[in-house]
């Protein structure tokens, strides 16, 4: 896996945000049983940029969390059967390896939030990455039912990391 951490911030964590996001996108990669080694970009952002970066992006003009920018196009979630015409939009060619998409991470939401939901700024991280993994291999959540079978399959990662909500 070709991994790529880049923050834009001022602001540490009190852990290697390179390890944890790598260890969260590993764990989501297997459980959904990607049959390939992947590229992943994460980048880590600050409260101001991740609003523009919304507002163009997705035509929203407010603060967020997190950001997926997924590469491929699923005909479902989860589902990675590339066909062949579509090979050079998705694997890079000097790897081999399937291009997944980019997550850009609010780096002053992740503090905010993981104050307010009461538990470590680590879990809050890998919580976000695994949200965003799993929309990198087509998840979404627009319907209730989609919304709960996102927040099953990130929790069931999580604890099993044993990243939990202490």
Do not use: W
């Not at 997705?58 to 590469?71: A, H, I, Y």
């Amino acid at each position: 896996m070709t991994f790529h951490v880049e923050n834009e911030t001022d602001r540490e964590f009190p852990f290697s945000e390179r390890e944890t996001a790598e260890l969260v996108c590993r764990a989501v990669l297997e459980a959904e049983n990607c049959p390939y080694e992947a590229q992943v970009s994460v980048v880590l952002t600050d409260s101001g940029t991740i609003r523009e970066l919304n507002r163009v992006y997705r035509g929203k003009d407010r603060e967020t969390d997190v950001l997926s920018f997924p590469n491929l196009d699923f005909p479902e979630e989860g589902f990675f059967e590339i066909s062949e015409d579509r090979e050079a939009d998705y694997f890079d060619p000097e790897t081999g390896e399937l291009i997944l998409g980019d997550i850009i991470l609010s780096v002053d939401r992740i503090y905010e939030q993981a104050e307010s939901y009461g538990h470590s700024v680590r879990r809050e991280f890998a919580f976000l990455v695994a949200h965003s993994m799993l929309h990198l291999c087509g998840y979404d959540h627009m319907e209730e039912s989609e919304r709960a079978r996102m927040e099953e399959k990130q929790d069931r990662i999580l604890d099993g990391l044993g990243i939990t909500r202490d």
